[in-house]
């Protein structure tokens, strides 16, 4: 007799429509017994909208909370990007290298801390090195300290083809840096446009990126209204505003 909540922590299409992945070809067991379930949890509005539209339900919205809170924030005096992740498929730092690749022709100051392990990364080391951009991108490997990458970075870019919530999101509003990344379904509640940082409509256009990329590069004002934007966004993911979410979802 015991209540029973479904939790999806990636977006509708990623979990039903990407060939070989999470729920592909599942969609029909979704449909038939997802309403036997007391509740079903989804991280954005986007992903609500996708799920009651085809199951029928009214599905809960509980975002992430942010995984810390730090008193120290970047400076954004540096001219460093900061992107971070699992070297894999999703996350798209194929893609990211490519944005850079055009980013590097027109802008000779900024470098990009690249940093994480995974099965892509021999990859992407060619990637760099067939560019010749060694001195632009740097591959320190795997951290458990995200937040020194931060204090020395300005910009968090993230590429990623589909993302849940991406905690390094959430790491980034708390360190005061702004985001560039792709129209997703999991940056609306993060990132407004031109608020706390650069949404690119053009999904996975790599010179769609470079320019936004250049954009914030080349605005010191810019970057300072979204940092001040992306301290203001942050409370927004506290620990006790999403644990009050759960506490009324669970009475």
């Not at 009214?58 to 810390?68: F, G, K």
């Not at 730092?93 to 995974?118: H, M, P, R, T, Y």
């Not at 632009?136 to 849940?164: A, C, H």
Request: net charge positive.
């Amino acid at each position: 007799k015991a209540k029973t909540i479904g939790w999806q922590l990636t977006d509708f299409d990623a979990c039903f429509n990407t060939l070989g992945k999470y729920a592909w070809r599942k969609k029909v067991l979704f449909e038939k017994y997802i309403s036997n379930l007391d509740n079903y949890v989804v991280l954005n509005e986007k992903t609500k909208e996708k799920i009651d539209t085809n199951f029928g339900i009214d599905s809960s919205i509980i975002y992430n909370p942010r995984s810390y809170t730090s008193k120290e924030k970047s400076d954004m005096k540096n001219k460093v990007f900061l992107a971070a992740g699992r070297m894999v498929y999703v996350k798209a730092f194929d893609n990211l290298v490519e944005a850079f690749k055009i980013f590097a022709q027109k802008n000779s100051d900024w470098k990009l801390l690249l940093v994480g392990d995974g099965e892509d990364l021999p990859m992407i080391r060619d990637k760099i090195k067939k560019y010749g951009l060694e001195q632009r991108i740097i591959t320190p490997g795997k951290t458990n300290d995200i937040k020194k990458y931060f204090l020395q970075s300005s910009v968090l870019l993230l590429p990623s083809r589909w993302e849940g919530m991406p905690m390094i999101v959430l790491e980034s509003l708390e360190m005061g840096c702004p985001i560039v990344a792709f129209d997703i379904d999991a940056m609306s509640p993060l990132v407004t446009n031109r608020m706390e940082g650069l949404i690119v409509k053009e999904k996975q256009d790599a010179n769609a990126y470079a320019q936004a990329m250049l954009k914030i590069a080349e605005s010191e004002d810019l970057r300072k209204q979204m940092h001040q934007a992306a301290l203001k966004k942050t409370n927004c993911f506290s620990v006790d505003k999403i644990m009050n979410k759960w506490e009324k979802l669970f009475k």
